[in-house]
């Protein structure tokens, strides 16, 4: 290639690029005006882009490849978010990637593009959608604020909006600077300002000393001290039919949760497995809520959640007739930094510097949520060096004869369409390790290049990737809204 033409192309891949960005601007004003003004969140195959960066924007289109077979272009986004911005919607959380998809399957020209939109959103339109779909705001207190409260409290925070689903109004701790308490909140907003796995909380954080709040963002949170569940009355806060999410691990069972019901409170969110109450994995199970009776309920584990929706697939377009799970997890504060004393065995090696042999109970707990698969699994588990970041290896016997390329295809359809499309994330990625992972908010990563197929097709190996932190965090959240009865229209 001559130097003319090197010049020529980089000259116009540099005006093509520049398109694509003033594109990606217009399309975040549109996001943005829509969210604040409207109450209408519109995503990217389930990413959240109104807080993004143009090129942020610009990638997120580039994953797109690994949904839609066609290409999904900047501008495409743009001229469906001006079609969604016509509308008199109710508020809804809308995929951009989903409608984008539908459009180039379908035998309309681009002119009628506004059409398309407003057949595909027609039960989301006008006065009756709106009262249809009337939500009342709910409190949410966090009990707790380990690793996964403050993960909890970030995303509380950034999907808080105009304030119309979940509002985070405390936060209880066992106070451990009783001498000076101010120094204690400053030390609690230090940990949630910067994370060494998560990286900054990307808002404003500052402390009200006089009236022991954190300052958030649009949230003013209430930090309560208090030594058990029976010292707070929750009304004494402004909190009323909240629901309160235990990530203590204090209590397990009913009996414990149940002395979160205190004034003020209405439901109780377990974010482990429990005992004597409904385990849900939200996307599988959800529908097993009572919402009159189960006040006290679980969100299982976080690999439970991870392989749960995957198995799911697989059992109803295969049939599992037995298989065994093997879980490389990373390391938690339940193991020892060095060498240490532990009760539970193996565990007293230091985390950062072995592997560590332990027990999962997520292959039984799964019959929880999928009887069906009840007594099929076996399980086992291997505590690796690494913060955050897990990986699921399922090897199953199935009914039917397959191929990788049938179950790939099903995990892609799974993740595009259906009732789990929030749970599953679809990679073609050869290059994909574990730190991939961390920040992904789906339950669970299929593996799509790792499948394998043995045994005259009746034999599968299933690679499922998960951030054991933030994506069950979020699995944690979405089934305090579905509790909490404040789930918008979603059209994904």
């Known amino acids: 290639m001559d130097v003319k033409t090197l010049e020529t192309q980089f000259e116009s891949h540099l005006s093509t690029w520049r398109e694509d960005e003033k594109a990606a601007l217009e399309l975040l004003?549109?996001?943005?005006?829509?969210?604040?003004?409207?109450?209408?969140?519109?995503?990217?195959?389930?990413?959240?882009?109104?807080?993004?960066?143009?090129?942020?924007?610009?990638?997120?289109?580039?994953?797109?490849?690994?949904?839609?077979?066609?290409?999904i272009t900047v501008q495409m986004s743009v001229k469906i978010a001006k079609a969604i911005a016509k509308l008199d919607l109710a508020p809804s959380r809308i995929d951009l990637g989903k409608l984008a998809t539908q459009w180039l399957s379908s035998e309309e020209s681009w002119d009628n593009i506004d059409h398309f939109v407003a057949e595909e959103l027609v039960n989301f339109i006008g006065e009756d959608a709106k009262e249809a779909k009337v939500i009342t705001p709910r409190d949410v207190v966090l009990y707790g604020f380990g690793r996964i409260g403050r993960l909890a409290a970030r995303c509380l925070i950034e999907m808080m909006g105009r304030g119309e689903q979940l509002r985070l109004k405390a936060i209880v701790l066992r106070q451990k600077n009783k001498e000076n308490p101010y120094e204690e909140l400053l030390k609690r907003a230090s940990l949630l300002r910067k994370d060494s796995i998560h990286g900054k909380f990307r808002g404003t954080i500052s402390v009200d000393q006089e009236n022991n709040q954190l300052i958030v963002n649009s949230c003013r949170v209430q930090i309560i001290f208090a030594n058990s569940p029976e010292d707070i009355d929750y009304t004494e806060y402004s909190i009323k039919d909240a629901i309160l999410i235990d990530n203590t691990g204090a209590w397990r069972d009913k009996e414990g949760l149940s002395r979160h019901l205190r004034p003020g409170v209405k439901q109780?969110?377990?974010?482990?497995?429990?005992?004597?109450?409904?385990?849900?994995?939200?996307?599988?199970?959800?529908?097993?809520?009572?919402?009159?009776?189960?006040?006290?309920?679980?969100?299982?584990?976080?690999?439970?959640?991870?392989?749960?929706?995957?198995?799911?697939?697989?059992?109803?377009?295969?049939?599992?007739?037995?298989?065994?799970?093997?879980?490389?997890?990373?390391?938690?504060?339940?193991?020892?930094?060095?060498?240490?004393?532990?009760?539970?065995?193996?565990?007293?090696?230091?985390?950062?510097?072995?592997?560590?042999?332990?027990?999962?109970?997520?292959?039984?707990?799964?019959?929880?949520v999928i009887p069906e698969l009840d007594g099929k699994l076996t399980g086992s588990a291997i505590r690796v060096p690494t913060p955050d970041g897990s990986l699921a290896v399922m090897t199953l016997n199935v009914e039917k004869e397959?191929?990788?390329?049938?179950?790939?295809?099903?995990?892609?359809?799974?993740?595009?369409?259906?009732?789990?499309?929030?749970?599953?994330?679809y990679s073609i990625s050869k290059e994909f390790v574990s730190s991939d992972v961390v920040g992904a908010p789906a339950a669970s990563v299929f593996d799509a290049p790792s499948t394998k197929v043995g045994n005259n097709g009746k034999t599968i190996t299933v690679y499922v990737?998960?951030?054991?932190?933030?994506?069950?965090?979020?699995?944690?959240?979405?089934?305090?809204?579905?509790?909490?009865?404040?789930?918008?229209?979603?059209?994904?």
């Open 402 to 425: 397959t191929t990788v390329s049938e179950i790939n295809e099903m995990m892609r359809q799974a993740s595009l369409h259906g009732n789990l499309v929030e749970q599953i994330k």
């Open 465 to 492: 990737w998960y951030d054991n932190e933030y994506g069950y965090t979020r699995q944690v959240l979405r089934l305090a809204k579905y509790a909490a009865q404040v789930r918008r229209y979603r059209y994904y």
């Open 29 to 71: 004003k549109i996001v943005g005006d829509l969210r604040f003004d409207r109450s209408i969140e519109v995503i990217l195959f389930r990413r959240d882009i109104y807080d993004s960066r143009p090129t942020e924007v610009m990638n997120d289109h580039l994953f797109a490849k690994n949904y839609s077979k066609q290409p």
């Open 268 to 368: 109780v969110l377990f974010t482990a497995p429990g005992k004597g109450i409904k385990n849900i994995v939200h996307g599988i199970n959800q529908k097993d809520l009572n919402f009159q009776e189960d006040t006290i309920f679980c969100a299982a584990s976080c690999t439970t959640n991870a392989i749960a929706p995957v198995l799911k697939v697989l059992h109803d377009k295969l049939g599992i007739n037995n298989g065994h799970l093997e879980t490389i997890h990373a390391y938690t504060n339940a193991q020892n930094l060095l060498d240490n004393y532990n009760s539970k065995e193996r565990r007293g090696s230091a985390a950062a510097l072995n592997m560590v042999i332990t027990s999962t109970g997520a292959a039984s707990a799964v019959s929880k």
